[in-house]
């Protein structure tokens, strides 16, 4: 079985991307579970086999004790953490071929916090990674790229399991959008000369700085650009998860 954590920034297309590719490994014949993490989630474009909104009640919490929209969200995140015993031993109740998982909305409220780390520990065996999506409408320009780069680095290196760069919403952005960030990945002295090119004063020596301190971690992740609508890259994207775990190219039945 091979586990899939889905993380990245809001609005960047996480839950409808755990939707799109669960049907595309259907269609492969590959069997999948859907497992929501997200306690606050009011809907979601699937319908989740396992959901952390059965064990944690979100807005409960937030009336009973008073809090607001946010504070209630780390509470229930922490009160998911109790309940982790009951959502491992219901996940491996169930034999598949993937277990996808979509994290929370608020992506500090997984990647950033204890309970995160505790929960993607318990959660899977020893095949699993993380997609960090990226929205191509954000990390076109160069500030943002790198700025996302540092924030996949930091995941990669909180979390400690291998990750893919999922470009998304890849039908939604002009092709020489895909391009240029395809570029900026593969090439340190395409993305300095863009960040000198683009910015200026201490601006663009601290993004200097920081694309060159990070390009070293962030080339080794494969980027894959994808398309949930029209599921556009999810071959690439099997074969490479497959890949970066280790198992060599499973092969589609």
Known sequence: MYTIFIVGTAGSGK???TASFSDWLKDQEQSTLLVNLDPAASTLPYEPDIDVRDYVDYERIMAVRRLGPNAALVASV????RHVEELVDAINSVSTDF???????QLELFAFRKEGRIL???IGGERKLMFFILDPMFSATTRNFVASMFLAASIYLSFGIPMILVLNKIDAVPRKYVERIERWSESLDALV??????LKGGLMLFSREVAQAIHDIVSTLPIIPVSSITMEGFTELHAT???VIGEGELELR
């Open 241 to 243: 998860l497959t890949r």
């Open 120 to 122: 993607s520990k318990h």
């Open 78 to 81: 922490r009160e998911a953490v």
């Open 15 to 17: 839950s409808t991307l």
């Open 99 to 105: 277990t996808i998982v979509d994290t929370p909305g």
């Open 193 to 198: 000369v863009e960040v000198e090119n683009k």
